[in-house]
């Protein structure tokens, strides 16, 4: 018996999320179906908000980006029906992941965000390096502009491992060679 097309598609997202250990973003997952051509934006779209609604999925949402989770529910229904996708989807789903893993690790592993701060004049950036779950660096600096927020945030994933490197070798006692 053969899955509709919008059920292979919600099984689909679940696989892929239940294969990686991090959040994937909706232009990882979008891009991944537009590519191979299962299906347009807008109805993975679709479903994206039923898998949402029924609780098999979560997200955070992080300057626009939206980063999609597997619930426990999720995962138990995923391996509930896992053998109803066709075996070439799973080699192709397989195979994109691991061609892309690394970038898309990556993509999700440092996020910053801004926020007006408590006192509403100033704007608090939160910047954070996860691995998986864990988190490894999270730094909340305290800005006079939202300009200057943007742009501390525009600069996070480029300036990061410099950032972590810097501060894992001051804490270690590393100190700076006199030039």
């Not at 789903?93 to 926020?115: C, G, H, P, Q, W």
């Not at 004049?121 to 864990?134: M, R």
């Amino acid at each position: 018996m053969s899955v509709d097309p919008l059920t292979l598609y919600k099984l689909m997202t679940l696989y892929m999320l239940n294969k990686v250990n991090f959040p994937l973003t909706n232009a990882q997952l979008s891009g991944f179906f537009q590519e191979k051509g299962y299906t347009s934006y807008i109805a993975f779209q679709q479903v994206l908000t039923e898998l949402e609604e029924a609780h098999l999925i979560s997200y955070e949402t992080i300057r626009n980006t939206y980063y999609y989770h597997i619930t426990k529910d999720g995962t138990d229904t995923i391996s509930f029906f896992v053998n109803k996708i066709p075996v070439e989807v799973v080699d192709d789903m397989d195979i994109f992941l691991m061609d892309n893993k690394y970038e898309m690790r990556n993509e999700v592993s440092t996020t910053a965000d801004f926020f007006h701060s408590a006192n509403q004049q100033d704007f608090l950036v939160n910047c954070k390096i996860k691995e998986g779950n864990s988190m490894l660096m999270e730094i909340n600096l305290t800005v006079p502009s939202e300009d200057v927020a943007e742009i501390m945030c525009s600069n996070w994933r480029s300036a990061s491992q410099d950032v972590y490197l810097a501060v894992m070798k001051r804490l270690m006692g590393e100190k700076k060679k006199d030039k």
